[in-house]
């Protein structure tokens, strides 16, 4: 799997990023500058955690309209992988990729802890690997992170089995709606979530959940 | 020309900045407060000497920009 990190101005979560697609890929990662207009070879398009523009306007407001956001675009309607996480699926909302918005937690606090996840749905290209309903432990450090949607997009979400992760066991901790966690496009190769899957990839943090939803999207492109 | 850009947040959508804000108002002894609803407001100088033109540019930077349609409403006042 080729991968490559857009770096935005106030990202601080794509060395995490690179250098967990490098050990799982096998393979080096490309970094990609916001200010670039075309994207290199790539099977996947990630958008890092962090505070873009200093999270000015709206989280990820600044970043989704940045000149490398039309590539972007263009790469997901090509039926591209792109991953956002944190501050990458505020700026996937904003930017329409995905449908919802990301608000302030509903106890204003910046949030740093582990919650648990469910995996909802695993009819993704994020997912497939992963046990249906399985629940498994994932950090998350956001301070925007209370995902809102009107009724008749997530009915939409619901039924079409497009939230991918909801926090479990009461551990919803920014006030999510439906405790989502995780969505994914209508062709399920765009993901935005919140927890840092990344930050769980080796025995050193404790655990190796997180690569299952990695090796999921190399699994899918061997299959294609 | 300018204008003067409203962003609030829609009926429904919750605004726990506006509720915290309240509790705060209440706790300094405010009473009588029923509601209190946070919002943005954008101050813009343009170059721009037609007001319909000015009108609908400004309404396609709150479209684009300035508000997030999904969360936001928003209101143009020119000044």
Redesign the interface.
């Known amino acids: 799997m080729k991968s490559a990190v857009i770096l935005f101005p106030g990202s601080n979560r794509d060395r995490d990023m690179i250098k967990a697609l490098e050990q799982i890929s096998g393979q080096p990662v490309a970094t990609v500058w916001h200010t670039q207009t075309e994207l290199p070879e790539a099977d996947l398009y990630v958008l890092p955690g962090g505070f873009s523009y200093g999270d000015y ?2 989280s990820g ?1 600044i970043a989704a ?1 940045s000149p490398i956001m039309g590539a972007i675009k263009s790469a997901a309607q090509q039926g591209r992988y792109v991953l956002g996480v944190c501050n990458g699926f505020q700026m996937l ?2 930017a329409g990729l995905l ?3 990301l ?6 606090h910046f949030v740093c802890k582990e919650v648990m996840l469910q995996t909802t749905s695993n009819n993704s290209a994020f997912t497939s690997k992963m046990e249906k309903n399985g629940i498994w432990r994932c950090p998350v450090a956001h301070h925007d992170g ?1 995902y ?3 009724e008749a997009t997530l009915k939409t979400l619901e039924n079409d089995g497009r939230v991918a992760f909801r926090y479990a066991q009461g551990t919803n901790p920014n ?1 999510s709606i439906n405790d989502i966690a995780g969505i994914t496009s209508e062709n399920g190769r765009v993901l935005g979530m919140m927890p840092h899957p990344e930050n769980l990839i080796e025995a050193l943090h404790g655990g190796v959940e997180g690569r299952a939803m990695f090796e999921s999207v190399m699994a899918h492109l061997d299959a294609a | 020309m300018k204008a003067r850009v409203t962003v609030t947040l829609k009926n429904g959508v919750l605004d726990p900045q506006g509720k915290a804000i309240e509790g705060s108002l209440a706790a300094l002894g405010f009473s009588g407060i029923e509601g209190v609803r946070q919002g943005k407001v954008f101050d813009l100088e343009l170059t721009s000497t037609s007001k319909e033109k000015a009108d609908e540019e400004i309404k396609a930077m709150c479209e684009k920009l300035l508000a997030n349609t999904v969360i936001e409403n928003y209101a143009v006042e020119m000044l």
């Open positions: 306007l709206r407001a309209r909302t904003e449908p919802g918005a608000m302030r937690n509903a106890s204003l209370n809102f949607a009107d006030g």
